[in-house]
């Protein structure tokens, strides 16, 4: 396309106002203008100009879509993690310390990015930021692990307590006065679990050792009670029978008239025995 001049503007309004018209005397017009003034056909834009402008921009939709992108897609690879041991290409792409690089020689295999650096195998295109300030409150961190790098007012599990961190820091274990640690909360980690859905029901050492033995106090012979170790010796069913082990069960909705008797009360499912001056409820003896 040629630029219009002052003295073009006639035609090139008459020539518009022909094909406008979009009659067969009016193409035949303007063709026949255009013939008559041949130094104004670089000068306007017709049909033929559009759709060659429709060709090439399809051309260049082409070759990006079934050739250059494919060809980026190849060349520009993301690959992993940085692996010494993989031997990287020309425009392989892998991450390093959080931040990612661009391999510029034709090979490379053992020869690590250096962090922040462009360097003669490695190109570094995004760089870690800053870490930015904490949100309000604590950020839970799980598990307090050595090989984590943890930030301020992070909070980590650890030796039966909740800790704060007061500075980052990477393999510096929580401790009372430490300078990089500071305990909230002591707890139980027993009471803990990560398995959702899980029907075990966890309790600390100390619920166990307050319960150990307690159920002996509900069994009617001296075989221990299943998952208890200790032997039934006193306490409970056990020893109320063994007060009377002389005597025989009764079974019935009265009272018996011989007292040595040990009396279950049919009525009502409880037993009972006769302590010299009326008959009592046998009770479990807990303890603590």
Known sequence: MADLEAG????VTQY?????????????????LINANPGLQPKIFNAAKFNKSIDGLLAVQTYFKEQLQNYLNEQLTYKEPYNPATAYKKTNIVDFGGEGFICRLPTSTGVAPVKGTTTANWALISKQGIQGVSGTGLAPRGLWLSTETYYANDCVADSNALWQCLTGNTNSKPSVGSAKWIKLIDVDLSLVTTHMNNSTIHVSQEEKASWNGK?????LDTAPTSGSANPITSGGVYEAIHNFS?????????APANTQLLWIDSSSGIMKYHNGTAWVIVKAAWGS
């Not at 159920?215 to 069994?219: I, K, S």
């Open 16 to 32: 518009y106002a022909y094909v406008n018209a979009g009659t067969e005397e009016g193409f035949i017009s303007a063709a026949a």
């Open 8 to 11: 073009d503007m006639p035609l």
């Open 215 to 219: 159920q002996n106090a509900l069994t």
């Open 246 to 254: 002389s005597c025989p069960f009764v079974v019935s909705t009265s």
